[in-house]
């Protein structure tokens, strides 16, 4: 199965670690919105991180909640990625974060853990959110300890990006089950007759390890540390420095030197691993043509795949908790903020918005394929909770597995340091 070709450039986000400092509410909580002015009318502040496009989309969408509830005005507050977090934490010790805020599932017991996020539960049992209508389960990504801690906007899942014009050429084929000896054998079919790598860089990937260790019986978290040992990772890591050193993986020091160009787009490599909602930057990108494919998988079947998501959560000191749950509501479920959201964070959660938009373009209609593909096999799993400082883990993963890539740390200190940075971010 390889579907869809044609994509669009989107800018990756790349996670990094926000600072793990106490934040201590207590006594500042309930500072988030303003108390109202004196005709009835509330402000919600409502922040979110993206891109212009992004930006402009959810402008839209905030005027037509506006125009439905005249007495509730949002104020928007939106920057990059790694300057959200930055400030989110520091608006969080001060007992000030947003009414209702973009989120993703790193995050979620971090700032349970402080009492910043509101149980959503709680405004859906008032009527004032509904709970229903999310296509795939997709509403467990945002639940914790039995909480639901945010409300998916859009899902996504791990995919395998490749180009169709050296796949083809090298006379190798991506399949619905192949195993990971299948995918190294057509990557090295790929170095042999092409005389380029066959991967960008796959054994840094945080939440590709995650699936191959799923595929072992196995999650890269457990609920409150990491669910693998430092021989696994040291494996894992030993096995992707090899493939570097024997031209099967690229260089990592050319792949730096493209950025913020993809390996893959820039004609350095035959494929590479990324969110599939993601994908549509390598057209923008390259001069071929790309397309996604399955997972390659342990035992030809099951891949690990689980549906991740951006969502929005509410803080739970908001002077305005029904208005943030009504506005949150509005975001998830009406029909015209699907249309103009599209794809843009994910496909989107809900049947009403799903249902409402229909893609024309052909890189958006790929990736819904893809993840439909993916429903219809039967492999989605739930995701796996991820215990508070799981963003430091990830940026930490991300980094070491660059160092051993390059060769400034052999693997078995490489995870020593990993798990060692593991254990200062989930105490802290």
């Not at 974060?97 to 049992?125: C, E, H, I, S, W």
């Not at 690229?250 to 969110?275: C, H, M, N, R, Y």
């Not at 929005?312 to 903020?337: R, Y």
Request: net charge neutral.
């Amino acid at each position: 199965m390889v579907i869809g070709k044609n994509f669009e450039r989107r800018t990756i986000l790349k996670a990094a670690g926000a600072g793990a400092a106490a934040l201590g509410l207590g006594a500042t909580a309930g500072c988030g919105g303003d108390s109202g002015s004196g005709d009835g009318t509330v402000t919600l502040r409502y922040a979110w991180w993206g891109g212009e496009p992004r930006t402009i989309a959810i402008k839209k969408t905030i005027a037509l909640f506006e125009k439905k509830y005249p007495k509730i005005k949002i104020k928007p507050e939106f920057t990059d990625y790694e300057s959200f977090w930055e400030k989110f934490q520091t608006q969080a010790s001060g007992g000030n974060p947003p009414d209702v805020f973009q989120n993703a599932v790193g995050f979620l017991r971090k700032y349970d853990k402080r009492g910043v996020l509101m149980d959503l539960k709680t405004q859906a049992d008032a009527g004032n959110l509904s709970l229903k209508h999310f296509r795939n389960s997709v509403l467990t990504a945002g639940q914790a300890d039995g909480k639901q801690l945010g409300v998916p906007v859009g899902a996504n899942t791990m995919a395998l990006v490749i180009d169709l014009k050296a796949f083809k050429k090298a006379g190798v084929a991506a399949k619905f089950g192949w195993t990971w000896d299948d995918y190294f054998d057509a990557l090295q079919t790929i170095q042999d007759k092409l005389k380029i790598a066959g991967d960008t860089g796959y054994f840094a990937i945080m939440y590709l390890y995650d699936l191959y260790l799923r595929q072992n019986g196995k999650a890269f978290f457990t609920d409150s540390a990491l669910g693998f040992t430092e021989d696994d990772l040291t494996q894992w890591w030993e096995d992707g420095y090899k493939r570097v050193k024997s031209g099967l993986v690229a260089d990592p020091k050319k792949i730096e030197q493209v950025k913020p160009k993809s390996g893959l787009s820039a004609g350095l490599a035959a494929s590479e691993f990324t969110w599939d909602n993601f994908s549509i930057r390598y057209e923008g990108e390259g001069d071929s043509d790309y397309g996604l494919a399955p997972i390659p998988t342990t035992n030809g079947k099951d891949t690990g795949q689980y549906l991740g998501s951006l969502m929005l959560s509410a803080f739970a000191g908001t002077k305005h908790p029904k208005e943030a749950a009504q506005f949150i509501d509005f975001m998830v479920h009406d029909p015209e903020v699907g249309k103009i959201m599209g794809y843009d964070r994910g496909i989107l959660a809900t049947t009403e918005q799903y249902d409402a938009f229909k893609p024309t373009d052909a890189q958006n209609k790929g990736v819904a394929a893809y993840e439909d593909e993916v429903a219809k096999a039967g492999v989605l799993g739930k995701i796996t909770p991820h215990p508070s400082g799981a963003d430091i883990v990830e940026a930490a993963f991300l980094r070491i597995g660059g160092d051993v890539a390059q060769g400034k740390t052999k693997p078995a200190d490489a995870a020593k340091t990993l798990f060692s940075e593991a254990k200062a971010a989930f105490a802290g």
